[in-house]
């Protein structure tokens, strides 16, 4: 089993961007985008729960290179909590009712946006993975607590940073112009 590429990312936006699929990458996948430095073997979708988005994402995975059984595009069209795909160009998690997250709306509303990659936010990542409370989860949780305290001092930094470019006085060298 290989480790999930940035390549398989693309792909993932490129074609669900096509088909008009509505998700948000999440678990590991997602903190990767994000910048956290770690390798996973499949991409987890947190996927919008809607017939017509269900529909539009078989169509995608066939697009993609998925070979979907009746019963696997079956229960993607009826959103099953949980479906794991291994049978396509790489390994896919498709979550529907995520562990610690209510709504697909109110995720979408938090998300973040990297190189057109709709991506979880870094607390609604740990807040699953605290949730599912699995042991490789438990075992991954302080690396991403630590991680999204250098997120936060990072976004902080550049907010003080634009404010104060914002407040800073026309260069000198403008009015000589």
Same mark, same amino acid.
């Not at 099953?80 to 709504?103: M, V």
């Given at each position: 089993m290989a480790a999930f590429e940035y390549r398989q990312a693309e792909e993932i936006r490129d074609t669900f961007a096509r $088909?008009?699929? $509505?998700?948000?990458?999440?678990?590991?996948?997602? @903190?990767?985008?994000?910048?956290?430095?770690?390798?996973? %073997?499949?991409?987890?979708?947190?996927?919008?729960?809607?017939?017509?988005? +269900?529909?539009?994402?078989?169509?995608?995975?066939?697009?993609?290179?998925?070979?979907?059984? @009746?019963?696997? @595009?079956?229960?993607?069209?009826?959103?099953?909590?949980?479906? %794991?795909?291994?049978?396509?160009?790489?390994?896919?998690?498709?979550?529907?009712?995520?562990?610690?997250?209510?709504?697909?709306?109110? @995720?979408?509303?938090?998300?973040?946006?990297?190189?057109?990659?709709?991506? +979880?936010n870094i607390d609604d990542v740990i807040r699953s993975k605290e949730a599912a409370?699995?042991?490789k989860d438990r075992e991954s949780l302080p690396r991403l607590l630590q991680f999204q305290t250098w997120l936060r001092q990072r976004s902080s930094s550049k907010i003080v940073q634009s404010e104060a470019e914002d407040l800073a006085p026309t260069n000198n060298r403008d009015a000589h112009q």
């Open positions: $088909r008009g699929v $509505r998700y948000l990458f999440l678990g590991k996948s997602a @903190a990767i985008l994000l910048g956290f430095p770690d390798t996973t %073997q499949d991409a987890d979708l947190f996927v919008e729960k809607k017939q017509e988005n +269900c529909e539009n994402l078989v169509l995608a995975l066939i697009d993609l290179g998925f070979e979907l059984a @009746a019963n696997e @595009a079956e229960e993607i069209r009826r959103g099953k909590d949980f479906i %794991q795909l291994k049978n396509g160009p790489f390994d896919l998690d498709l979550i529907f009712a995520p562990d610690g997250i209510e709504r697909f709306e109110e @995720a979408w509303d938090r998300h973040v946006d990297i190189a057109g990659f709709p991506v +979880c409370n699995r042991q």
